[in-house]
């Protein structure tokens, strides 16, 4: 019996769900699908320039695990650039990260999910005197058995 697949922890969501060569309509093209972990790992790997193991890290899986991903991310990143398929971006066994804000004012505390940027003002109060709590990494669940329970 296989181990239970871990929940791994992304920080990004791309605004972007897929790619394809130009000139050649949708109906035309054989799809790829990159899963969100694999984007992921591409974007801690390649992008940030992390090693395995610290992306592996901030992605809350082992080493070997990460080295799995990315190496099927890398795999069908290169079939769909070499081989002129699109490229579609879409689920994985993920935990997308939140970030908890508190009002130094009003001690309203709320969460916003990473890349909306620094809220303008409490949502309580109106307040700008806002910080985020530095201790917290939440996570909401993407997929069956990942997140909090």
């Avoid at 090693?51 to 079939?79: C, H, L, P, V, W």
Wanted: hydrophobic content about 35%.
């Amino acid at each position: 019996m296989p181990r239970p697949i871990k929940c791994r922890k992304v920080d990004y969501n791309p605004g972007s769900k897929f790619f394809k060569p130009a000139g050649i309509p949708v109906s035309e093209l054989e799809v790829s699908v990159l899963a969100l972990d694999e984007l992921e790992a591409l974007r801690l790997a390649d992008y940030e320039g992390l090693y395995q193991e610290e992306a592996a890290r901030k992605m809350n899986i082992s080493r070997q695990t990460f080295g799995n991903i990315i190496s099927s991310a890398r795999s069908k990143t290169a079939d769909a650039l070499i081989n002129g398929k699109a490229i579609k971006i879409e689920g994985g066994h993920i935990a997308m990260a939140e970030r908890k804000f508190v009002c130094l004012d009003c001690k309203y505390e709320w969460i916003l999910p990473f890349g909306t940027g620094h809220p303008e003002k409490c949502p309580g109060c109106g307040s700008v005197n806002i910080q985020r709590v530095k201790e917290d990494y939440s996570v909401s669940s993407r997929g069956r058995g990942c997140g909090r329970r």
